[in-house]
């Protein structure tokens, strides 16, 4: 009986084992949260590292990555396409000024190529530099599923008529993220990403000169924006005006402000009237674990939305260039 024991509790321990190398496949074209288990064991350990010591030279960091997933994920999903490097590529793309950080995200690349070789995607490293960002700047640590794969091309006039335009309205924010699997609270949230960073004069001041009937902006915000951005066509005015009035800090900010009329951008005045979102955007305001929550749902839907697994694409050996 014990020699019956012993070989039924080594079979036990095999299929556990075979179990767990198994575990860290991508099945049937899906991410899975063990994906580097046996190829690159420490890939969280390393890039958490390398985060660390990017956000020490630089605080405004955090917010250039997540605008980096946002945008990488929007044009061909989340494939690490932004990052190629050609002349007509979508980093060039006039709705990506002032996309930051690519060369850090090659600084992390490096760091795990000394470690894995050819094991990391630039993809995964976008995705995980994101949500780090998110943790280390005060806000939810979330935990993503990996196993996406790099593109073979970028075109920065798909970037162009992909990418939403700071004019888009409730409407259109509802059917961008709707089609990402994301509900009305998790749209609400994910646009909540704006507690991070700051906006190009470009990109708000048609506000002052054009404004809409049903805008909503404080008069503390038009004083701040008219004395930023002096020029009616700032085409080269790269002068930044905070989000919020914790820009480098993960927090509830955004919606109480917004509430209050400051919201930079007009699709955040949109939210804080719309009757479908306001209340949502108040009940994030006044419950920071709810926004958290829900913050992070959403991220994983954004940061999972038609990838490329499996045999689809590759894993670049630098993330500027295809191999």
């Known amino acids: ?30 991410l899975v949260y063990n ?9 969280e350990d390393i890039v958490r590292n390398e985060m660390l010591s990017i956000f020490v030279a630089d605080v405004t960091a955090p917010a250039a990555f997540l605008r980096l997933l ?10 690490a396409s932004i990052l190629l490097a050609s002349p007509d590529s979508e980093i060039h793309a006039s709705r990506n000024l002032g996309i930051r950080k690519l060369e850090a995200i090659n600084q992390i690349k490096s760091s795990l190529e000394a470690t894995c070789p050819g094991q990391v995607s630039c993809a995964d490293i976008i995705a995980l530099a994101a949500k780090n960002s998110v943790a280390l700047s005060g806000g939810p640590f979330i935990r ?18 992909l990418l939403p335009s700071v ?21 609400v949230a ?18 002052l000169y054009k404004p809409k009937p049903t805008d909503h902006m404080d008069l503390q915000l038009q004083i ?3 004395a930023a951005c002096a020029n009616t066509v700032p085409a080269a005015n790269m002068t930044l005006i905070p989000n919020d009035a914790t820009p480098t800090i993960f927090d509830t900010s955004y919606y109480f402000g917004i509430l209050a009329g400051r919201g930079l951008f007009s699709i955040d005045s ?54």
């Open 1 to 30: 009986m014990r020699g019956m024991e012993g070989k039924f509790a080594m079979i036990v321990q095999l299929v556990i084992l075979l179990l767990v190398i198994h575990g860290g496949e991508s099945e049937g074209g899906e």
């Open 35 to 43: 994906y580097y288990e046996t190829t690159c064991p420490f890939v």
């Open 70 to 79: 946002f945008h990488d994920c929007q044009v061909q999903g989340c494939d």
């Open 144 to 161: 993503i599923p990996l196993g996406r794969k790099d593109s073979n091309t970028s075109s920065s006039i798909q970037a162009d008529a």
């Open 167 to 187: 004019t888009i309205n409730v409407d259109q924010l509802i059917s961008i993220f709707a089609a990402k699997g994301m509900n009305l609270q998790e749209t």
């Open 190 to 207: 994910i646009l909540g990403a704006h507690t991070l960073g700051a906006a190009h004069c470009v990109n708000v001041v048609d506000r």
């Open 224 to 226: 701040a924006i008219r």
């Open 270 to 323: 949109s939210i804080s009237v719309d009757p479908r979102t306001m209340v949502i955007a108040t009940q994030f305001a006044a419950d920071r674990n709810y926004f958290f929550r829900t913050f992070s749902s959403a991220f994983i839907k954004l940061a999972s939305d038609n990838v490329l697994t499996g045999n689809m694409g590759q894993v670049r050996k630098q993330c500027n260039r295809v191999n």
